[in-house]
Structures are given as C-alpha cells and as structure tokens.
Nanobody, 118 residues
Framework: QVQLVESGGGLVQAGGSLRLSCAASGTIISNNHMGWYRQAPGKPRELVAR???????DYADSVKGRFAISRDNAKNTVYLQMNSLKPADTAVYYC????????????WGKGTLVTVSS
C-alpha cells in the first residue's frame, strides 16, 4: 500500500521560507515521477514542481527561481524548498507519486497547508 505523508506546512510571513517534506512508503520514489501540487480555495489543483525518476526537474512559472524540488533516495523522501513566499502561494500542498509508465494519476498524500501572511 502506497502512502505519502506531507509535513512542513504552516504560517509564514511574506518573504519567508518553508521546506515541505513528503515521506513515501510502499513505493520507492526513484521508481516514480514525484510532484508537488497545490490547491488554493476556489481554484483547481495545479502543478508546482516535479522531479522525474531520472532527476530532471521543472516548475510552474509562478515559482521558478523561488522554489526547489529535491529528493533523498536513502530517506525515500521528496522535498520542496520554498523561498520568498508570497500570499499568492497560500494553498494546500499535495505530494504525488506517478509510477514510471503509469497512465493514471498516481498516488496522493493528504496535503499540508501553507499560509503566507502579508
């Protein structure tokens, strides 16, 4: 059974930083394309950043230069370092694991709330 557990969310002032973690069990993250998504109230879920099984990364334009995704294969954990946070970054952040070759939506965590105050 695949489980993804996010942590690290919280309340931060604009300009501050947070690091989110996604601890995986039941799967090996290097066998997946791992992604961070977010969903703000009243808005659809959107991709924030992803790292492929081969280590390539890409980011939403809105977070380029501020966020960084990384993974620690030994800990089976994916991270999202978020710097220069803005109120517009306020959302629930979800971790996603998409197995290599999968045509589905993969696995999701329950999310962690990030609130950025102005």
């Amino acid at each position: 059974q695949v489980q993804l557990v996010e942590s690290g969310g919280g309340l931060v002032q604009a300009g501050g930083s947070l690091r989110l973690s996604c601890a995986a069990s039941g799967t090996i993250i290097s066998n997946n394309h791992m992604g961070w998504y977010r969903q703000a109230p009243g808005k659809p879920r959107e991709l924030v950043a992803r790292i492929t099984s081969g280590g390539s990364t890409d980011y939403a334009d809105s977070v380029k230069g501020r966020f960084a995704i990384s993974r620690d294969n030994a800990k089976n954990t994916v991270y999202l370092q978020m710097n220069s946070l803005k109120p517009a970054d306020t959302a629930v952040y979800y971790c996603n694991a998409l197995p290599i070759g999968s045509l589905g939506y993969g696995y999701w965590g329950k999310g962690t709330l990030v609130t950025v105050s102005s």
